[in-house]
Each structure stands twice: as structure tokens, then as C-alpha cells.
């Protein structure tokens, strides 16, 4: 393996070295951070978070207002009195995604969540599509979760079209718009309370999200004394357990995955966690059991109170408990919706900054948004921008035609965890990328290695996850650096036997995400006819199965022990748990709507062109010198050395 610096020379006219840079920006990657790394920086945020704290956010960005109304309309469409299971087989899926998150997340603990793993394990390009992505997910989304606060809120002043003028939605003369002065109001409430500290906004965050705790125990305790009083009159249907059959309660699986989304705001506060290895996994893992519980038990008790064609698909909690005579009832309700909803706003907001910082740190986005308040030790400019965009939204604009799109940034975000833990077990970089500034320690180290001979077998060629000295390696985004005496770790037999391993995982790697897109296009394609149906659904199975199956067989890479920050959470059953979770996340967004997919299609365009006007050419990689991760430390110290 030699040394390798990231070719951009501005010298090269052809239009083919243009295309052969251009492709090369998009397969670079970047070091977990170290302490030389973080040392370089001088944007630290406070290492404030606990684990009380991380359930506190995890929970309040998951369970939002939307359980008030999705146990009703799932029930009545799709899965009847089964919603219980269909809770739980969504839990299990969000579950997988979570495992994943939970290794990634203790490996590497940085701002930036999917962002920061994609750019280590993957690459540039896809890095800046999920930060991209997820920019317009935590704007949209929090401008969504903002437009439902007022309406809630005008039950507390006498019903619909109650609020104060100051805060009453107004449509504009002329114009098809109705504006809500609340929604932006509270939107830029919050934005202030996250600006003035991570301690201060996680506790009022905190205390939003115990309320609404409160009241779903209030729905699962008196409803369940309402249910054993009535003998549970739901479940006495003469449809059975599952009206609509096997596909309709996996049908209602699907739609309240949904419900799960909001864990992985978790992961993207990683640099303020104090115990990153301990706390982030039990952070995100006891935050989804929590949100799985309680769903599982207010469905239960709601669809025993009523039977389940009777629901309101509306208010289908206040509905049920004024169907035995607690009309009252509705005002404490109507209050967790609220706090659901205050609760969700912020964990909507907290984690766009960070990736906005991430980004900037890395030269995609301007310095201006990696800047930290030293006082507050808060990325107050990413903040404020956040806050200023979703509060414009949330005024002048119905968003909820734009929700399916914080779908999309979510599901890709996932997939993307998943692929990349298979990554990191099998071809995890084995190359990093040090500033070229080091180009004197890096030929010094080289030289002291010049009395070992390299041994090269043959003109190997080098595997697609980055490791030998051909054409290949131009794919990474480095040309070699003229050297007589390369830094290199393995040689001979040894060096064959593991670039044939990294190879066969690289390739089974991508059969595996072939196979499940077309797989799940087959699937969903009820348009086409059977035979070409069939046909992709066989194919897609049979490169799925293949890629499963070699990939169990062989062995993982032995540099997993040592990737990034050890003695963190280790994710089981790879690969067979995210092979598991890229196949649900992909078949649920192949599922999307069109108009949905056609709005980020656009977003993404635009990225694209960011991308190749700023981000590539501001790339903190470009000119990066990469050199073998066993000689890294050695690199550091020789610097060091010459300094004093």
C-alpha cells in the first residue's frame, strides 16, 4: 500500500482527467476524528448530555402528535384490533436501524450523525447527498410539526378559530395562503432556547416530553380501567383479530413506522455527550423501547374501548373516552398533543445545526457555519438559520403536501447506516487522509521503512475498497506519490490472500444493494405484468441472497477491532441485521409517493450544483495526503519531533 495524495491539478485540460477528478471528489473519505484532528478544529461544543438526557431527547423527537391520530385512522384502514402487532413489527424494523446507529454512533462520536459515518465509511459524494437530505428533512419537518401546535392550542380558548387575532391563522386576500403567526412565533422560541445552551434546551425539552409521558400513562391507566369495566367491547368484533387479513396489518406496519422516526436525532449530538461509548447506545436504544411500549399500550387500550370501524380517525383517543362519558378528558389529551408537539419542534430544530457545522467544517458549506459561541459553546449562526428558515415556512406556507419529504431524508439516512456497517466489517478504510502540510514527516516515516523490500505479486489490481497501487486507486481519489519504498503493512501471500477478501466483500457488498433495489421495485411495481414482475423480484432475490450468503461466509475484516473509538456497543447478527434494515427502509421508500420523490428530486438537483460549485472545490480533503492507518500515530509523532 503506498502513499497517496489527492490529485486536483488544475493542470490537467482534457475533459476525461476533468471527469476522472470530478469522480474521484466523490469517492474520498475522511478520518473518525482524533485527538489531533479535534485539536485542529477550535469549534468544540459543551460535553454537557447524559443518559437521562439522551432518552429525553430521543423520546420527545419520537412520539409527536401523530399518535393521537394514527392509532385511529391505521386501525379503521388497515390493521383493525392487530394495531398492536403492527406497532410492534414497526418497532422491530426501526429497531434494526437503530442497532446500526448505535454502533456507528459510539465509533465515531461527532456532530453530523449519517452525515459523519457516510463520509468515513463510504464517501464524499453520498455523504453530501445525506447531509443534503437531511437539511431539508429538519427544516420541513420542523416547520410541519410548528403548523400543528395552533390548532391544538385554540381548543384551551374555545375551540377552532380561537386563538388571540396576534396568533390566529389569517389567509391572505387574493392569494391561496393562510399564514400562522403561532407556528412561526413558537418556532422562534425555541430557536432562542437552543441558542442559549445544549443543558438548558435539553431540560425544557425534558420536562415537554414528561408530560407527554404523563398523559399517555393517563390514556393506558384510566382507559384500561374503562376497558376492564366495559370487557373490552373492541375486540368483540365478528371480523376477528385481523379484518384485513395478514397484508393489511403489515400494511399498518408500514404506515406507522413513521412513528418511530426521531431516535436518530440522538446520534447528532454525539460531541456533547460526556460518555459518547457508553451513553449514546443506551441512549438510543432505551428511547425506542420506551416509544415501542408506549404505543403498543395506548393502541391496546384504545382499541378495546372502541370497536375499530366506530374509530374517529380524527381525534380517536378524546373520541373514545367521550364515548363513555369523560368529555373532559379531552382538555388533557389535547394538553399531551401540545407538549408532543413542543417537544418534537425542538428535536426538530437541535440537530440541523450540527450537521450544517459538520458540513462546514469539512469545506462542503461556508466556515460561517461551523463558528461556535464561546460562551454558550453552541452553533448559534447554523441555529439561527435553521430557526429563521422553518419560521418563514411554517408562516406562509401549509407544508403538510411536504411531509413526505422528511420521509425520504430519514429512509435514505438509514439505508445508508446500514451500508455502511457492512463497511466497517468488511472493507473498513484502511487509508486516511492526513494534511499536506505532513508531507515531510510522511517521507520521513516512509524512508525508515526503506530497508524492508516490498513485495509486489504481479501487477495486482486493487480492490473497490481502496488497497493496492493501479487504476483503481484513482477511484479513492489519490494518485501515488513517487516513492521507492511505499509505507506497507502487509506483503506477499498475506497482502493476496486479504485484497482477494476485501474484493469479494466490496462486490457481494453491491450485489446486496442491487438485489434489494430491484427486489422491492418488483415487489411494489403493480403496474407492471407478471412475467417482468417476477422476473426483477427473482433477480433482486437471487443478488441478495448470493451477497448474504458469501458475506456470511467470509470473514470480517480484522481492523473492525480497532476502527475508530473502541469499547462501544458492537452491533449483532451482521450481516444478516443490516442487510435486514437496508430491505425495509428501501422497500418503504420505493413506496413514497411520486409527487413526494419529484419535490426532493428537485432539492437534490440543487445540491448537485452546490456541490460541484462550492463543496468540491472548498472540500477540506482536496490535496489530502492518504497513508496506511498503522502509520498515522507514527506520522503525528515524527511531526512533533521536528517541531521541537
Not at 415501542?292 to 373520541?319: K, N, W
Not at 478504510?429 to 516515516?445: R, T, Y
Not at 446486496?512 to 422476473?535: D, H, K, M
Request: some cysteine.
Amino acid at each position: 500500500m503506498g502513499i497517496m495524495v489527492d490529485s486536483q491539478d488544475e493542470g490537467v485540460g482534457s475533459s476525461g482527467g476533468r471527469c476522472s477528478r470530478g469522480f474521484r471528489s466523490l469517492m474520498r473519505r475522511k478520518q473518525v476524528d482524533s485527538a489531533h484532528a479535534k485539536g485542529e478544529g477550535h469549534h468544540q461544543l459543551a460535553k454537557e448530555l447524559s443518559i437521562l438526557q439522551l432518552i429525553a431527547i430521543g423520546v420527545g423527537s419520537t412520539i409527536g402528535a401523530g399518535v393521537y391520530v394514527l392509532v385511529g385512522t391505521v386501525a379503521k384502514e388497515h390493521s383493525g384490533p392487530s394495531l398492536t402487532i403492527s406497532f410492534l413489527i414497526a418497532g422491530i424494523a426501526a429497531a434494526l436501524s437503530a442497532f446500526c446507529y448505535a454502533e456507528l454512533s459510539s465509533r465515531c462520536p461527532s456532530a453530523g450523525s449519517a452525515y459523519h459515518y457516510s463520509y468515513i465509511c463510504i464517501g464524499e459524494g453520498v455523504a453530501w447527498m445525506i447531509g443534503w437530505a437531511l437539511i431539508l428533512e429538519y427544516t420541513v419537518g420542523g416547520s410541519s410539526v410548528a403548523r400543528g401546535i395552533s390548532p391544538n392550542l385554540a381548543l384551551f380558548f374555545g375551540g377552532p378559530d380561537s386563538l388571540p387575532a396576534f396568533l390566529a391563522r389569517v389567509q391572505i386576500p387574493g392569494l391561496d395562503v393562510v399564514v400562522d403567526p403561532c407556528a412561526a412565533i413558537l418556532v422562534l422560541v425555541f430557536t432562542g432556547l437552543l441558542c442559549v445552551g445544549i443543558k438548558e434546551s435539553t431540560l425544557v425539552q425534558a420536562i415537554a416530553t414528561t408530560l407527554n409521558v404523563c398523559v399517555m400513562v393517563f390514556v393506558i391507566i384510566v382507559g384500561g380501567y374503562l376497558g376492564f369495566q366495559t370487557g373490552w367491547v373492541g375486540y368483540e368484533v365478528p371480523n376477528g383479530y385481523f379484518p384485513y387479513g395478514i397484508n393489511g396489518m403489515l400494511a399498518g406496519s408500514a404506515t406507522v413506522f413513521f412513528a418511530f422516526i426521531g431516535f436518530d436525532s440522538v446520534a447528532s449530538t454525539a460531541e456533547e455527550v460526556k460518555d459518547p461509548q457508553r451513553d449514546l447506545p443506551l441512549g438510543i436504544g432505551i428511547a425506542l423501547s420506551i416509544c415501542c411500549i408506549l404505543y403498543m399500550l395506548v393502541s391496546v387500550v384504545i382499541v378495546g374501548l372502541v370497536p375499530f370501524y366506530a374509530m374517529d380517525p380524527d381525534t380517536p383517543i378524546s373520541s373514545a373516552f367521550a364515548s363513555h362519558g369523560m368529555q373532559w378528558a379531552v382538555y388533557i389529551i389535547t394538553a399531551g398533543a401540545v407538549t408532543a408537539l413542543c417537544s418534537n419542534l425542538m428535536g426538530s430544530i437541535l440537530p440541523q445545526p450540527r450537521i450544517l457545522m459538520a458540513m462546514a467544517r469539512d469545506g462542503l458549506l461556508p466556515a460561517f457555519f461551523s463558528r461556535v459561541n464561546k460562551h454558550t459553546q453552541v452553533p448559534v449562526n447554523g441555529t439561527l438559520i435553521t430557526g429563521i428558515c422553518s419560521a418563514i415556512l411554517a408562516f406562509i406556507m401549509d407544508v403538510s403536501q411536504l411531509a413526505g419529504m422528511v420521509s425520504v431524508g430519514t429512509l435514505l439516512a438509514f439505508t445508508i447506516v446500514a451500508v455502511s456497517i457492512l463497511i466497517l466489517r468488511y472493507v473498513p478504510p484502511d487509508e486516511v487522509p492526513l494534511p499536506s502540510s505532513l508531507q515531510a514527516s510522511i517521507n520521513s516515516v516512509s524512508l525508515r521503512y526503506s530497508s524492508i523490500p516490498q513485495e509486489i505479486d504481479g501487477g495486482n489490481p486493487k480492490d473497490p475498497a481502496g488497497d493496492s497501487q493501479d487504476g483503481s486507486q484513482h477511484s479513492q481519489g489519490k494518485s501515488e506519490v513517487s516513492l521507492q519504498y511505499p509505507l506497507n503493512a502487509k506483503s506477499g501471500p498475506d497482502k493476496l490472500a486479504e485484497l482477494k477478501r476485501r474484493k469479494t466483500a466490496t462486490w457481494n457488498i453491491a450485489f446486496v444493494c442491487v438485489g434489494v433495489l430491484l427486489l422491492t421495485s418488483g415487489a411494489s411495481a403493480e403496474y407492471l405484468p407478471c412475467i417482468p414482475r417476477f422476473t426483477l423480484c427473482g433477480v433482486g432475490g437471487a443478488l441478495t441472497l448470493c451477497g448474504l450468503i458469501v458475506l456470511s461466509w467470509i470473514d470480517q475484516d480484522d481492523a473492525r477491532h480497532s476502527f475508530g473509538h473502541t469499547g462501544g456497543f458492537i452491533c449483532p447478527f451482521v450481516p444478516l441485521l443490516p442487510v435486514a434494515c437496508i430491505l425495509v427502509n428501501v422497500y418503504l421508500m420505493i413506496n413514497l409517493e411520486v409527487s413526494t420523490w419529484m419535490r426532493v428530486s428537485a432539492w437534490m438537483i440543487i445540491g448537485v450544483f452546490v456541490y460541484l460549485f462550492y463543496g468540491r472545490n472548498n472540500s477540506s480533503l482536496r490535496g489530502a495526503v492518504y497513508v496506511p492507518i498503522a502509520h498515522v500515530e507514527e506520522i503525528y509523532r515524527s511531526s512533533a519531533d521536528v517541531q521541537f
